[in-house]
Structure formats: C-alpha cells, structure tokens
T-cell receptor, first 114, second 113 residues
Framework: GQQLNQSPQSMFIQEGEDVSMNCTSS?????WLWYKQDPGEGPVLLIA?????ELTSNGRLTAQFGITRKDSFLNISASIPSDVGIYFC??????????????FGKGTLLTVNP | NAGVTQTPKFQVLKTGQSMTLQCAQD?????MYWYRQDPGMGLRLIYY???????DKGEVPNGYNVSRLNKREFSLRLESAAPSQTSVYFC????????????FGPGTRLTVT
C-alpha cells in the first residue's frame, strides 16, 4: 500500500534550535503536503509541494519535495514554544476517477523547551 | 467564516449506545471527509463524500454510517458503539474532489465504556 513513514516519531528541542523531519514512501507521490496539529485542535495545512525538487518556504518553515518523489523534508528554523504540536506529512492516493483521498503519516511530535 | 464546525466536542457512550456526530462547513466546499485519530496511528479515513448526494467508504468504515444531508453538512453515525471506537474524530472538507488542501474541524473526543 501507499504508506508514509515519518521520522523521528518525537523530538524534544530547546527554543532557538533548528528542526528537521522527513517523510518517506515506497510509492511515488505527485504531491506532498505538510500539516501541523496544535494540541486539542484539528490539523492545519502548512505547505503544499507539487513538483519534484521543489523547495517552498512559509516563514520559518521550509519543505522540499524529494527528487525521487518518494520523500519530503520539513525544516523549522529558530524554533519557538508555539511550534509545539504534531507534524503530519500527507499525499494523495488515486482511487479511481477524480476522487482523491489523502494518506497521512503517523506524525512527528515536537516539544520545544523554553 | 467559521470554517468547519463539529458537535459535540466531547461525548461518553456506553457500549451498544448509538449517536451521531455532526459536521458543517460554510466554505461552499463540495467534498467532505470523516477521519479518526488514535495515538500513534495518524489519521485514518472512515468515509468521504466527493459531492452532495454521494458517499464512499474509506480505510476503516466498519461500524459507521454517514449521511451527506446537503452541501454544508456531513454526519457520522455509530449505530452500536464499541470500546474500539474510542477515538478523536475529525471532519474535513475540500473545495472539490481532487483538491488536496483539506480544512479540518476541531474534532470530537469520543469515549466508549
């Protein structure tokens, strides 16, 4: 199946440090999405990547679409306490016609110590 | 705009009881989704509705039914709740089937004892 493997599962960092996490698959994806879930809330889309090799930034966040189309990376620079949450990667599964469904990774839990 | 709203926020059920989780969106989106989130499992799709009048099964549909009441509303029903259905349930919507950017509601935390 089209599983997404995220690593690390969890991270504990000090405020101000940079963070890197990644997502890999045995299948090719044509789109990569990164979501963040704040404690007690629903996920919110951070960055969408549509082209192999693409590098996209959103403030202190930078995400890359791997050249093999089987992986993606998310970096957070100069972390702050509000970066705490679960970060999910996701990609669309084609299931006939135009009804695309998303496959989600299991998430990376980020804790930032002030 | 409220975006995607879900009710209730919390619910405790006894095994065998039934209930309906409500979801509504005010973004005029065509497609809506129900997910469950369990610790260490990420988000798993239960059912989705590509457009008003259509519904389809996702990865984990057993024990659930859905109704796309109109374009705005998509409800999830548990006919006979089981402890394995203890989870956090999220509703999401997209502008159209094939659009990947999903907008999520705040979730319903359900406990079945």
């Amino acid at each position: 199946g089209q599983q997404l493997n995220q690593s690390p599962q969890s991270m504990f960092i000090q405020e101000g440090e940079d963070v890197s996490m990644n997502c890999t698959s045995s299948s090719i994806f044509n789109t990569w999405l990164w979501y963040k879930q704040d404690p007690g809330e629903g996920p919110v889309l951070l960055i969408a990547l549509y082209k192999a090799g693409e590098l996209t930034s959103n403030g202190r966040l930078t995400a890359q679409f791997g050249i093999t189309r089987k992986d993606s990376f998310l970096n957070i620079s100069a972390s702050i306490p509000s970066d705490v949450g679960i970060y999910f990667c996701a990609g669309p599964r084609v299931s006939g016609g135009s009804n695309y469904k998303l496959t989600f990774g299991k998430g990376t839990l980020l804790t930032v110590n002030p | 705009n409220a975006g995607v709203t879900q009710t209730p926020k919390f619910q405790v059920l006894k095994t065998g009881q039934s209930m309906t989780l409500q979801c509504a969106q005010d973004m005029n989106h065509n497609s809506m989704y129900w997910y469950r989130q369990d610790p260490g499992m990420g988000l798993r799709l239960i059912y989705y509705s590509a457009s008003e009048g259509t519904t389809d099964k996702g990865e984990v549909p057993n024990g659930y039914n859905v109704s796309r009441l109109n374009k705005r509303e998509f409800s999830l029903r548990l006919e006979s709740a089981a402890p394995s259905q203890t989870s956090v349930y999220f509703c999401a919507s997209t502008e159209r089937a094939g659009a990947y950017e999903q907008y999520f509601g705040p979730g319903t935390r359900l406990t079945v004892t």
